[in-house]
């Protein structure tokens, strides 16, 4: 089973790809790997922020969510962080682990 530290290790690995390929400003994550209440199907969170003048068109940001799941060998839910909705906001700001 998949930990934080091995989900930040990998994509560490892979950050100055992540940044050339997809434009990214930042990228966290939150959830259940935070909290450490993942199970063997948990999904990992992802928050991502891009550089203004480069957000994605769906089909791109498909093709990162589709990306980081073969690194990551696991179901992401890839969140751009302009895109949270309001009720859930704070909570995941909160607990979001950038790397």
Same mark, same amino acid.
């Given at each position: 089973?998949?930990? =934080?530290? &091995?989900?930040?290790?990998? =994509? *560490?690995?892979?950050? %100055?790809?992540?940044?050339?390929? /997809? ?9 259940? $790997?935070?909290? +450490? &209440?993942q199970?063997?199907? #948990?999904?990992?969170?992802?928050? !991502? +922020? $891009? ?6 068109? *769906?089909?791109? $940001?498909? +093709?990162?969510? #589709? /990306?980081?799941?073969? *690194?990551? &060998?696991?179901? !992401? %839910?890839?969140?751009?962080?302009g895109?949270?909705?309001?009720? *859930?906001?704070?909570?995941?700001l909160?607990? !979001? !682990? /950038?790397?």
């Amino acid at each position: 089973m998949r930990t =934080l530290n &091995k989900i930040r290790e990998i =994509l *560490l690995k892979h950050i %100055d790809e992540l940044r050339r390929i /997809y434009k990214i400003k930042e990228i966290g994550v939150f959830g259940s $790997f935070i909290r +450490e &209440k993942q199970k063997r199907n #948990s999904d990992i969170d992802i928050l !991502v +922020e $891009f550089k203004d003048e480069n957000i994605p068109d *769906l089909l791109k $940001f498909i +093709e990162m969510e #589709s /990306y980081l799941e073969k *690194l990551l &060998k696991k179901k !992401v %839910d890839l969140v751009r962080k302009g895109g949270v909705r309001p009720e *859930l906001k704070d909570i995941i700001l909160k607990e !979001v !682990v /950038y790397l």
